[in-house]
């Protein structure tokens, strides 16, 4: 039986096609590698999204108690511009102040020697 050369040339339509399908595929196959590895690697991939996700969620719990602490510290300042008895308490409690007039007495602790027995 004689080989000829003529019959180891794939030239039909169908192996044409065939390889084109690999062909197709592989780089079908490819783009999906890539783009997985983009998807779990890349700069926006799920662990940088997670991450940021929890940043966020921090960020906005710290701007919940911010806010608490803002409206807690404007009523204070407003019962101060308002009220005059909350700024004599505060100047008395913070700063010592007393009216003229009044005595001020200091009561310390009795003394204690080096053993801690007063």
């Given amino acids: 039986m004689p080989t000829h050369p003529i019959a ?3 030239n039909s339509d169908s192996e044409r096609g065939r390889l084109l399908a690999r062909a197709t595929i592989a780089a079908l ?3 999906l590698v890539a783009l997985q ?3 779990w690697t890349g700069a926006a991939s799920l662990a940088e999204v997670a991450t940021l996700e929890a940043r966020v969620s921090a960020q ?3 701007n919940r108690r911010l806010a608490e602490q803002n409206a807690l510290l404007e009523t ?3 019962a ?5 008895d909350s700024l004599e308490a505060r100047a008395r409690s913070e700063l010592g ?4 007039g009044e005595t001020f007495f200091m009561v310390l602790p009795p ?4 053993a801690g027995e007063p």
Avoid: G
């Fill in 29 to 31: 196959l490819l783009a």
């Fill in 111 to 114: 003394a204690q020697d080096a």
């Fill in 76 to 78: 204070e300042v407003r």
């Fill in 37 to 39: 590895l983009r998807l």
């Fill in 60 to 62: 906005q719990a710290e």
């Fill in 8 to 10: 180891a040339v794939p």
């Fill in 97 to 100: 102040m007393i009216r003229e």
């Fill in 80 to 84: 101060l511009k308002e009220d005059p």
